[in-house]
């Protein structure tokens, strides 16, 4: 089992930056990748960006990329979701979520193991 805990959310206006935490605990050394998805009310869970545990991959979407980075601290087992420029449109609770096995990362149901959530509110 693979436990995951976001923190950092918050309110903040457009154009400003939140960066998000997600530390990893458990059996870490079965996640092959880590990712990040966001969920506004009345919509589906969206694909924000993921990484393979070791770093050697980054999946981005074109709607985060040059906006939204991802990294990781190896010795906290923690990986991060640095936001810039954000939007009111970016307003939902971010999630992120841990894959067991190697395989396609950009959907939901591609992940074994998912934190609380985080709300993120982004103002005009």
């Known amino acids: 089992q693979v436990q995951l805990i976001e923190s950092g959310g918050g309110l903040v206006q457009a154009g400003g930056s939140l960066r998000l935490s997600c530390a990893a605990s458990g059996r870490t050394f079965s996640i092959y990748a880590l990712g990040w998805f966001r969920q506004a009310p009345g919509k589906e869970r969206e694909f924000v960006l993921a990484r393979t545990w070791n770093g050697s991959r980054t999946y981005y979407p074109a709607s985060a990329k040059g906006r939204f980075t991802i990294s990781r601290d190896n010795a906290k087992n923690t990986v991060y979701l640095q936001m810039n420029s954000l939007k009111p449109e970016d307003t939902a609770v971010y999630y992120c979520?841990?894959?067991?096995?190697?395989?396609?990362?950009?959907?939901?149901?591609?992940?074994?193991?998912w934190g609380q959530g985080t709300q993120v509110t982004v103002s005009s």
């Open positions: 979520a841990a894959k067991g096995d190697y395989g396609m990362v950009l959907g939901p149901g591609d992940y074994d193991y």
